[in-house]
């Protein structure tokens, strides 16, 4: 699994001590210890594969002996009904990991599933699906995974790992020239700057001040063409705000690099996957 397995693991179990807390009192006192069952993990709608092994995860932090047997690999596409694990072991632990680990599956999936529909729309056209930062609050790495499951490329993680002079930058620094001036003189050589641009005018100005990406925000796509033909190839060019799926083949058609989607993260509807115990 293409995940860090140290970071990967405390995010789960953040989430069974926020679901446990003291204890399952209704599982731990129906069931003994010593009791087990078996389980499968239904899909009730299709999709795309992301987060079995964080489902796995969770039930072997609440007892390693439990065995997961994963049949859906990651990335793959799903049919309703199509079993995608199956679980045995102890039933104290199956119980009281459900609701999690099915909230990490179904999230995910949700992410790479929406992410494949905006990407196989922009592929004809060899453009990439960006994710954002607009993501779940202590999830993000996990989020940007199932972006990547889904076909997705993923922008900067974090504020720390690339520079992107947004529209209050510039306004605080007194123009993209400014703050692109007072970046180069701090920043290694290697690092690259991208800027977010509203108009003609701010097309101009950054590549005047030799940025690396230009981001067109907001922009119809007739303007972000005009916008493609002023830049020339001279820099990358990504196009984002508020790009709803039906809009990807306009702005893809415009001649951007890449497209970002924060509604691949944001407003994602959990898919509808299930854990019948047998």
Known sequence: MDINQLLYSEIVEKALVEDLGSGDVTTSNIFGLDHSGSGLVIAREKGVAAGLPVAEMVFKTLNQAIQWDQFCPEGTEFRSGDVLAEIKGSMQAILSGERVALNFLQRLSAIATRTRTYS?????????????????????????????????????????????????????????????????????????????????????????????????????????????????????????????????????????????????????????????IR
Do not use: F
């Open 120 to 276: 196989e729309r922009a592929a004809k056209y060899n453009v990439k699906i960006l994710d954002t930062r607009k993501t779940t609050p202590g999830l993000r790495v996990l989020e940007k995974y199932a972006v990547r499951l889904g076909g997705g490329i993923n922008h900067r993680i974090g504020l720390y790992d690339a520079a992107l002079v947004k529209d209050n930058h510039i306004k605080g620094a007194g123009g993209i020239k400014n703050a692109v001036l007072r970046l180069k003189s701090k920043l290694p050589m290697t690092a690259k700057i991208e800027v977010e641009v509203e108009n003609m005018a701010q097309v101009e100005e950054a590549l005047d001040a030799g940025v690396d990406i230009i981001m067109l925000d907001n922009m119809a796509p007739e303007k972000m063409k005009q916008a493609v033909e002023l830049i020339d190839g001279k820099v990358l060019v990504e196009a984002s705000g508020s790009i709803g799926l039906d809009d990807v083949e306009a702005v893809a058609a415009a001649g951007v690099d890449y497209i970002s989607v924060g509604a691949l993260t944001h407003s994602v509807e959990a898919l509808d996957i299930s854990l019948d």
